[in-house]
């Protein structure tokens, strides 16, 4: 059998996964929105002017040069104002509508807003958003959306330098929107991973959640990645193009 009779089988297998949910999980990486024009973490071998993300990306850089982790954040802020959801997005907010509000959980470890964008009603942001400022002192968070910030932008409150509403490496994710991610892990038929490296955790562990209690597992991914053992199929290509086609063949 040649290579796209295979993947044809593939999508028809994940559709009739699909199909067959009564509830369906879907979890999010920067892969999806690699489309919409935005970076992955480690496609450019996970560099930001030479600094891996790891040691930007947390409480420990930012106390030490928050100047620097602002330049890093207000760069990939300054890109959201010219990204647009894409066909990946906009396919998981029909999923939605056709498996209903209790049937369909969205989680994302992006911190874009690309799928609020696209119109899915609820979002689990793992990771939180890029989109949101909190308060290092008093802790206020406002919706600051994709408008440029000062250097060190600091709270009109308090005057306490504001940070990204987004969780660092070593923070804790927020604990309601775990809850309500691993529950919809525990309790789906059917856990769809979509353009992540199932590298960072907690966030990749629901994968294994999900299998653990019995869902089918698929994988939409351009390479194969650390979660593709435990998958039950995995459909290799682009997102944008991969979604569209899988919510099409679960038929009407
Ligand atoms: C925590 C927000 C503890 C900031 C991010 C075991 C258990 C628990 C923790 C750990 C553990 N082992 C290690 C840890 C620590 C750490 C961790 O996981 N480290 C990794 C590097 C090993 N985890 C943490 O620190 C977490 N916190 O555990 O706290 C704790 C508990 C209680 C109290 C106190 C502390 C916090 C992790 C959150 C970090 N924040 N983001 C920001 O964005 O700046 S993580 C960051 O990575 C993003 O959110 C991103 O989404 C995420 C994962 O990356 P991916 O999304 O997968 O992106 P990546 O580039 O890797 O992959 C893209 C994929 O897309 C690729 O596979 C590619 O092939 C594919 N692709 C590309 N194009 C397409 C495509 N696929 C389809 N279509 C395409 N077109």
């Not at 009564?22 to 920067?30: D, F, I, K, S, Y």
């Not at 207000?74 to 990204?83: C, D, G, I």
């Not at 309601?176 to 199932?198: L, P």
């Amino acid at each position: 059998m040649h290579q796209n009779e295979t993947h044809a089988d593939d999508l028809d297998r994940a559709a009739a996964m699909l199909g067959s949910a009564r509830r369906v999980a879907v979890m999010t990486g920067a892969g999806i929105s690699a489309e919409s024009g935005l970076a992955t973490f480690r496609g450019a071998g996970g560099l930001w002017e030479g600094h891996a993300v790891e040691d930007v990306a947390t409480p420990e850089a930012f106390r030490r040069d928050p100047a620097l982790v602002w330049r890093f954040y207000n760069a990939r802020r300054a890109s959201l104002a010219t990204v647009d959801p894409n066909p990946g997005h906009r396919a998981l907010v029909a999923l939605e509508e056709r498996m209903g509000e209790d049937g369909f959980t969205l989680i994302t470890q992006n911190v874009d807003g690309l799928h609020h964008a696209a119109g899915s009603r609820t979002v689990l942001e793992l990771h939180g958003s890029l989109r949101r400022v909190r308060c290092s002192g008093c802790e206020i968070t406002e919706e600051r959306g994709a408008e440029p910030l000062p250097e060190l932008p600091r709270c009109s409150a308090c005057d306490a330098i504001l940070r990204p509403d987004v969780v660092w490496f070593h923070e804790a994710l927020p604990e309601d929107v775990w809850q309500k991610a691993e529950a919809a892990a525990r309790s789906c038929q059917c856990f769809v991973v979509v353009g992540t490296s199932a590298i960072v955790y907690p966030a990749a562990g629901l994968i294994y959640v999900a299998r653990e209690h019995g869902a089918k597992v698929i994988e939409i991914n351009i390479t194969a990645t650390e979660a593709s053992g435990a998958v039950d199929v995995s459909l290799r290509g682009p997102s944008g193009t991969i979604l569209p086609e899988l919510i099409k063949r679960m038929g009407t």
